[in-house]
């Protein structure tokens, strides 16, 4: 996988057990090493630990098939309530003030879009919406053909940082 932004470039080779990580300034790379992927536990999934509260239920609404310049993609809409509050004991009665502010809002879902590539079977936008605001993620579809190699090797005239 390789992720390229104006000033860097990072690319991760889980075959070969490294990262490289290219600065475009000043023409170095930082070879990485990367640890070797564990072994899948015997029950083939994370178990939670007792005692956890129960997570909230996820809802999945299909969203049907579209096109992204020029792409057919896939759309689905995940929606997570927040987890209930837990229930606090009753504190003796006081009286009355007035409220000053407003009480808080309940929590509000998070809302996540996932439009994926039919093609590709990867995500090309992906839309979060949660409390703290909205986040949106695109990926522009690209060929399907396979990359060159030289785009996950070091570039001829870059130092080796170590």
Known sequence: ?????????IITNPAGQRTIMLDHLKKEAMVIPLAPASAPS?????????????????????????LIEGHEVEGKRYILSPPQAPLTPQAPQMPKIPQLHQPPKPPQPTVTEVWTSVKLK????????????????YC????????????FEIPPGYKLKI
Not at 1 to 9: A, L
Not at 122 to 137: F, H, Y
Not at 140 to 151: A, F, G, M, R
């Open 1 to 9: 996988m390789r992720i390229d932004t104006p000033h860097t470039s």
């Open 122 to 137: 990867t995500p090309v936008l992906t839309k979060v919406t949660s409390a703290v605001g909205e986040q949106s993620t």
């Open 42 to 66: 015997r029950s083939g999934s994370p178990q939670m630990p007792s005692g956890t509260a129960q997570l909230p239920p996820l809802q999945v609404h299909d969203l049907g098939k579209s």
């Open 140 to 151: 522009k579809p690209t060929s399907t053909e396979e990359p060159h190699p030289s785009l």
